[in-house]
């Protein structure tokens, strides 16, 4: 058994003594290679906090987050940067392109920061957009392409470095139907094909139900988790709507 990410007693508590607020409280959760898995919770039960910690964007308070079993909680400077640039890929709600890039460019990039063969990084690129369906927009703007595309050029970008670990922050959150369906059909392609490992945070039960597991958290802990097995979707997503169910009026602003 392969564990990509291991995360182990992790606890974020933000503010001092009268005024602290504990966003954790202990977590323990294991990602094996070529998992997807979703993370879901109501507003404050610390789902965005656990992301931030995993991606470094934020530092825990105290516990352990080993990507590869490499300890983050004790990288620095450029070793962190290194790391967290061919290791880890993001997908945010907002697509974070550069407005100034076309698409190529905007997936090309950290590529290029790597100094990476440029002959190699044409390859890349196009292949990683083929796989998002966006092969025909590499020339395009950020504002020439639509929510949809913008997005999968995001997702092209997480993982054309080809990282251990993608993180994905409510994708679909901003995209209309159609779009974040077919965004959600590119990313369990690439999961299933490529056996790109991910974990993603969504409020939405359709969008978790794409996943093969599903954490719940609840007041900054693991409420309970939902594996998929050989269900078909419908199935889990009704599984999903049940736990949420079970957590009551603190998932209403989910439904």
């Known amino acids: 058994m392969e564990y990509v990410l291991q995360v182990s007693a992790l606890t974020k508590v933000y503010g001092k003594r009268d005024a602290a607020t504990r966003a954790l409280s202990g977590v323990d959760l294991t990602v094996e290679a070529g998992e997807y898995v979703g993370v879901m919770g109501a507003s404050g039960s610390g789902k965005t906090t656990l992301l931030n910690c995993i991606s470094t964007i934020d ?3 105290s516990g352990s987050i080993q990507v590869e079993g490499k300890e983050l909680t004790r990288l620095k400077g450029k070793e962190l940067t290194r790391f967290r640039r061919e290791r880890l890929g993001f997908i945010f709600q907002d697509c974070n392109l550069l407005d100034t890039l076309t698409a190529f460019e905007n ?12 002959g190699e990084i044409a390859r890349r690129v196009e292949e ?12 395009k703007y ?6 949809g595309q913008q997005q999968r050029c995001a997702a092209a970008r997480a993982i054309v470095t080809r990282p251990a670990l993608v993180l994905a922050d409510e994708p679909t959150g901003a995209l209309d139907s159609k779009s974040a369906r077919l ?4 990313l369990e ?32 802990q693991v409420f309970t988790q939902l594996a998929r097995g050989d269900q078909d979707r419908r199935s889990f997503f009704s599984q ?3 736990v949420i169910t079970q957590l009551g009026g603190e998932m209403e602003d989910v439904l």
Not at 128 to 138: E, P, V, W, Y
Not at 142 to 147: A, E, I, L, N, T
Not at 191 to 218: K, Y
């Open 189 to 220: 392609a690439l999961n299933r094909e490529q056996g790109t490992t991910i974990l993603m945070v969504t409020h939405d039960a359709f969008t978790a139900s794409c996943c093969r597991r599903v954490i719940f958290l609840r007041d900054g």
């Open 183 to 186: 965004l959600l059909e590119r």
């Open 128 to 139: 990683t957009a083929g796989l998002l369906g966006i092969g025909d927009c590499l020339n």
């Open 59 to 61: 530092l825990p308070t």
């Open 142 to 147: 950020p504002y020439q392409m639509s929510g």
């Open 240 to 242: 999903i709507i049940r």
């Open 107 to 118: 997936i090309a990039l950290s590529l290029s920061i790597a100094g990476a063969p440029a």
